[in-house]
C-alpha cells in the first residue's frame, strides 16, 4: 500500500462548482497535511497548512482532516476557471524533515 | 522579492554529458530540496541539505550530485549515470528546524537531445 493515495483526476466541473479533492494515508504518524497547487509548468505553491484533525478555511477554500479515517480534504466553493490546475496533498511527521506527497489531482473548472 | 530563482528554464542534455541546475534561494532559509516530477508520478525526492556543506540522499539519488557551499545556493548536477534524465525538476526551501511549508521556485524542464 502506498503511503499517499490520491485519484489524478482529472475532475472536470462547471464554473460555480463545490469541489472536493481526497487524500488518504496508511502512516498514522503523520501530523502536518497540506495542500499545494501547481499550475502547468510551474513550481507548486502552498495552499492550506494544517496540524491533527479539525477544518481549516481560507476563502474560497476549506481543508478538512480526520485523522481516525486517514482521510483528508480539500473543499473549493464557488469555484472558477482560474482554479484549473493539479493539487497536491502532502504530509509530514514532526520526526521526519521531508514532506510525503501524493501524486496530484488535475482539476479542470470549464466557464 | 524574496523567492526562489531556478535556471534555467529549459536545459537540453546530449548523451554522456553531465548538466548543472542552479537553484538560488534569498529567504534566508535553512534546508533547501530538490525533486523530480514525471507525469503521473508526483513528485519524488532527490536530495536535500538541512545546513550549508551537509547533504542526504533522496529517494532516487542515483545519477545525481549536489553540493552546498553557501545557504543561498544547492545547485544540482544531472551526471551521464543518469539514463533516463529528462523531467520537470524543481527545488525548494523551507525555514527549517521541523517547519517544512515547502516553498517552490519554476523549476527546469531538462530534455534529452
Known amino acids: 500500500q502506498k503511503e499517499v493515495e490520491q485519484d489524478p483526476g482529472p475532475l472536470s466541473v462547471p464554473e460555480g462548482a463545490i469541489v472536493s479533492l481526497n487524500c488518504t494515508y496508511s502512516n498514522s504518524a503523520f501530523q502536518y497535511f497540506m495542500w499545494y497547487r501547481q499550475y502547468s509548468r510551474k513550481g507548486p505553491e502552498l495552499l492550506m497548512y494544517?496540524?491533527?484533525?479539525g477544518n481549516k478555511e481560507d476563502g474560497r477554500f476549506t481543508a478538512q482532516v480526520d485523522k481516525s479515517s486517514k482521510y483528508i480534504s480539500l473543499f473549493i466553493r464557488d469555484s472558477q476557471p482560474s482554479d484549473s490546475a493539479t493539487y497536491l496533498c502532502?504530509?509530514?511527521?514532526?520526526?521526519?524533515?521531508?514532506?510525503?506527497f501524493g501524486k496530484g489531482t488535475m482539476l479542470l473548472v470549464s466557464p | 522579492d524574496g523567492g526562489i530563482t531556478q535556471s534555467p528554464k529549459y536545459l537540453f542534455r546530449k548523451e554522456g554529458q553531465n548538466v548543472t541546475l542552479s537553484c538560488e534561494q534569498n529567504l534566508n532559509h535553512d534546508a533547501m530540496y530538490w525533486y523530480r516530477q514525471d507525469p503521473g508520478q508526483g513528485l519524488r525526492l532527490i536530495y536535500y541539505s538541512q545546513i550549508v556543506n551537509d547533504f542526504q540522499k533522496g529517494d532516487i539519488a542515483e545519477g545525481y550530485s549536489v553540493s552546498r557551499e553557501k545557504k543561498e545556493s544547492f545547485p544540482l548536477t544531472v551526471t551521464s549515470a543518469q539514463k533516463n534524465p529528462t523531467a520537470f525538476y524543481l527545488c525548494?526551501?523551507?525555514?527549517?528546524?521541523?517547519?517544512?511549508?515547502?516553498?517552490f521556485g519554476s523549476g527546469t524542464q531538462l530534455s534529452v537531445l
Open positions: 494544517t496540524y491533527s484533525s
Open positions: 525548494a526551501s523551507t525555514i527549517g528546524q521541523g517547519n517544512e511549508k515547502l516553498f
Open positions: 502532502a504530509m509530514y511527521n514532526s520526526g521526519y524533515s521531508t514532506l510525503t
